[in-house]
Structure formats: C-alpha cells, structure tokens
C-alpha cells in the first residue's frame, strides 16, 4: 500500500474525474435551485460538480477543498468561488447558504460530527443539505472496482462511515427531515486510463502486486469485449428546520 497525496494526484484527477451528470441531475431534483440560490460544494476537488450545477442552474457557487493544488482545475470563469479550507472549519457566516453538498468526500472527514454542526451552522432556515457516499452494499458490489481489486471492499468498507451512523449525525447536528435515496448509473469502458493512473484513491490502498494482476486482467477482458462499469451512490438528504 502507499500512501494518499491528493495533491500530486491533481492532474489525474482533472483528466480521469469529470463530474457525474446523474449526480448532478439528482442534485437539481432534490433541491430547486435559482439564480439567488447560495450552493456550497464541500470537498470540491477539482470543482467539476459545482461548475456543472452552475452552469445548468445559474445558481450562485463555492467549493472548498483541503487541498490547494486541487482546486479548481477547471476554468471557471469567475462563476464559482474557491475556498482552500476544511469541512470542519468552514469559513463562511452563519446562515449563508441555501444548499450544501458533498460527494464521495464524507470518508475523508477527520470528523464528520463537527461537519456536520458546522453544515448546518452556515445553511439558512429551511435550507438543505446532502451527503452523496457510498453505502456497504454499494462497495461490495462496485464494477469493475471489486472484480478486479477485491481487496478494496475491505479497504473501503473500514474508512466510510456507514449511513445509519451519519444520519445519526446529521439528526443530533440539527437537521430534520433526513432521508435516503440511491442513484445509478449504468455504461462501458471505454479507455483504461483512469484505472491505470489509479484516479480511484480505493487503489492506493491495495498492494502493488494485486493492483497490477487486475489491470492485467482488465486490459485481457477488454480485448474481448466490452466491460460493464457501474457508478452508484446512496444520497443522505437532511433540512435546516425553518424559522
């Protein structure tokens, strides 16, 4: 195994992480978005998702990152603002955003009780939040990620917080309303490179050895035919209660 530098990992990222339109498109279902609408995206990274949400709301966007060499790899064109902080500390004044999510972040929260707190410190009355993650059932069954590189499902299984413990946490943060949904999204891989530069951080938590006998094995199955890939996530929705 080795260990985790997000910020050399900037440009493979950028390359190999475009945002997720589905993600996206469960966002603006969730949550009516205008051009007055304050959206925070926590744990932006390289901001493709707030850009994206920007760009098909018109709303009003931030993202902020740990990671100052991930940030905004994207041009943004002014349309977002870039914060380099924390989920726990977030700099921003109390009830100053409609919306806030994450995705795919929660895991990386050194503490998500205080995120928590702290999310709905800045969310206005009635405002809302969502936690996209990844569920148990969803790291057992991920493709091609557990095909090729079972020991990943263990890996990932003990760094995410399973939902009943964060929907605990977001209830004792304040929030109302906590629910549960799942999204998916079916296609075909087409190009190996992501795997290859290993843009999935589940990949630096293997050994050398194995990662390289499922690229192998990848790469084989590929010449043969198409290899289904699968994205899929459990989203955590929770409200600020409404003055």
């Known amino acids: 195994m080795e260990p985790i530098n997000y910020s050399e990992m900037t440009k493979t990222y950028a390359r190999n992480r475009p945002a997720n339109s589905f ?18 995206e926590v744990g932006c990274g390289t901001g493709s998702h707030i850009l994206m949400l920007v760009k098909a709301t018109s709303c009003q966007g931030w993202g902020i990152d740990p990671s100052e060499e991930m940030i905004c790899q994207e041009e943004s064109g002014g349309k977002v603002q870039f914060v380099n902080g924390t989920a726990e500390e977030l700099p921003f004044e109390d009830r100053f955003f409609d919306f806030l999510f994450s995705i795919d972040v929660i895991h990386h929260v050194a503490s998500t009780t205080f995120y928590f707190h702290e999310a709905f410190r800045v969310l206005k009355p009635a405002g809302t939040i969502c936690t996209i993650t990844d569920s148990e059932r969803i790291i057992r069954n991920r493709k091609p990620l557990s095909q090729y590189w079972p020991s990943t499902v263990s890996a990932d299984i003990k760094r995410y917080p399973t ?78 209660p409404a003055l």
């Not at 993600?23 to 925070?40: A, F, I, P």
């Not at 009943?164 to 999204?185: C, H």
């Not at 690229?215 to 459990?234: F, H, I, T, W």
């Open 23 to 40: 993600v996206v498109d469960e966002l603006r279902r969730g949550y009516v978005l205008g051009s007055n609408s304050r959206v925070l």
């Open 163 to 240: 939902t009943t413990i964060l929907k605990k946490q977001m209830i004792a943060a304040g929030f109302v309303d906590v629910t549960e949904t799942d999204i998916q999204s079916t296609s075909e891989i087409e190009d190996i490179t992501p795997y290859k530069e290993k843009s999935f951080s589940c990949l630096h938590l293997i050994s050398q050895d194995e990662f390289l006998r499922g690229l192998m094995r990848l790469q084989e199955d590929l010449k043969a035919g198409p290899v289904q890939r699968v994205s899929a996530y459990v989203c955590l929705w929770g409200r600020s």
